[in-house]
């Protein structure tokens, strides 16, 4: 059986990979327990999503 | 605060439309720009002078083509993009060797994380980091951080978040696996959220005034 419980480690790559692709079911299961409980991946995830929209506006792409 | 195009780390979008005035002069002064993302995205003045060129050759041949409605500015990032990819399959090998390198020499910053895989400092809070988003200073760091990432992760990152190409795309520019490509962005997203967070977020910038 899969592991429902994952490391902040292993927690930081889904939260790329989830910037570049749809995670799978299983992936997205454990992510979302564990940023339940981790602040600290939950405010990296956050992080991602504020560098994406930044580096659109510095390259001159429109918000989205 | 007026806002001029040609200084480093202004984002395009906050600058006047230039959509009044003479369009050739226009694409003119949009030069230091374009040859601004070309370097970013790129990583090689050569290479980035090459696309920048026939990037403004194209602009000014193709501008009886030249849709108003879409902006003039947007419109020649968009020629500029088009070049930069016809750069990247010219330098293919050169792109590819430098992505292996990386791949086998970089490092995965498990220095973050205990054994156990739990992080070992927490990160510091953004507080509401959009307000840097209307900061010219902020864009200076952020292109300061893109400038200090290995080329093969500044790359990778500027073709998925900036040039909005899907991973298969950017595995085939760039000749790695899938998994590589996944490895790179992680390094490049890391690294780039380190920089921001120890240059700009703990320090003084988004708190002094601009």
């Given at each position: 059986?899969?592991?429902?419980?994952?490391?902040?480690?292993?927690?930081?790559?889904?939260?790329?990979?989830?910037?570049?692709?749809?995670?799978?079911?299983?992936?997205?299961?454990?992510?979302r327990l564990h940023l339940?409980?981790?602040?600290?991946?939950?405010?990296?995830?956050?992080?991602?999503?504020?560098?994406?929209?930044?580096?659109?506006?510095?390259?001159?792409?429109?918000?989205? | 605060m007026s806002m001029s195009?040609?200084?480093?780390?202004?984002?395009l979008a906050s600058a006047a439309a230039g959509a009044a005035g003479d369009p050739l002069q226009r694409i003119g002064e949009l030069q230091p720009t374009l040859l601004r993302l070309a370097r970013l995205q790129l990583r090689n003045a050569a290479w980035a002078e090459d696309a920048v060129?026939?990037?403004?050759?194209?602009?000014?041949?193709?501008?009886?083509?030249?849709?108003?409605?879409?902006g003039l500015d947007t419109w020649v990032v968009g020629i500029l993009k088009h070049k930069i990819i016809d750069q990247f399959r010219r330098a293919g090998r050169e792109v590819s060797l430098d992505a292996q390198q990386e791949l086998s020499d970089g490092e995965d910053l498990d220095d973050l994380f205990q054994a156990d895989g739990h992080r070992v400092t927490q990160p510091?809070?953004?507080?509401d980091p959009e307000g840097s988003l209307n900061r010219v200073e902020f864009f200076a760091v952020l292109q300061t951080c893109l400038d200090d990432l290995p080329a093969p992760l500044a790359r990778a990152f500027l073709l998925r978040e900036w040039m909005d190409f899907d991973t298969a795309e950017i595995c085939k520019e760039m000749q790695v696996t899938s998994s590589n490509c996944f490895v790179m962005l992680y390094r490049a997203r890391m690294r780039l959220r380190e920089c921001l967070e120890s240059r700009w977020f703990a320090s003084d910038g988004p708190h002094s005034n601009g």
């Amino acid at each position: 059986m899969a592991r429902i419980f994952i490391s902040c480690r292993h927690a930081h790559r889904l939260i790329s990979g989830e910037c570049d692709h749809a995670l799978r079911w299983h992936q997205r299961v454990v992510l979302r327990l564990h940023l339940l409980g981790c602040d600290a991946c939950s405010t990296v995830r956050r992080n991602f999503a504020f560098l994406s929209r930044a580096t659109r506006r510095l390259g001159g792409n429109s918000d989205s | 605060m007026s806002m001029s195009l040609d200084q480093p780390g202004i984002p395009l979008a906050s600058a006047a439309a230039g959509a009044a005035g003479d369009p050739l002069q226009r694409i003119g002064e949009l030069q230091p720009t374009l040859l601004r993302l070309a370097r970013l995205q790129l990583r090689n003045a050569a290479w980035a002078e090459d696309a920048v060129s026939e990037t403004l050759v194209a602009a000014v041949e193709g501008l009886a083509r030249f849709d108003r409605r879409s902006g003039l500015d947007t419109w020649v990032v968009g020629i500029l993009k088009h070049k930069i990819i016809d750069q990247f399959r010219r330098a293919g090998r050169e792109v590819s060797l430098d992505a292996q390198q990386e791949l086998s020499d970089g490092e995965d910053l498990d220095d973050l994380f205990q054994a156990d895989g739990h992080r070992v400092t927490q990160p510091v809070p953004w507080g509401d980091p959009e307000g840097s988003l209307n900061r010219v200073e902020f864009f200076a760091v952020l292109q300061t951080c893109l400038d200090d990432l290995p080329a093969p992760l500044a790359r990778a990152f500027l073709l998925r978040e900036w040039m909005d190409f899907d991973t298969a795309e950017i595995c085939k520019e760039m000749q790695v696996t899938s998994s590589n490509c996944f490895v790179m962005l992680y390094r490049a997203r890391m690294r780039l959220r380190e920089c921001l967070e120890s240059r700009w977020f703990a320090s003084d910038g988004p708190h002094s005034n601009g």
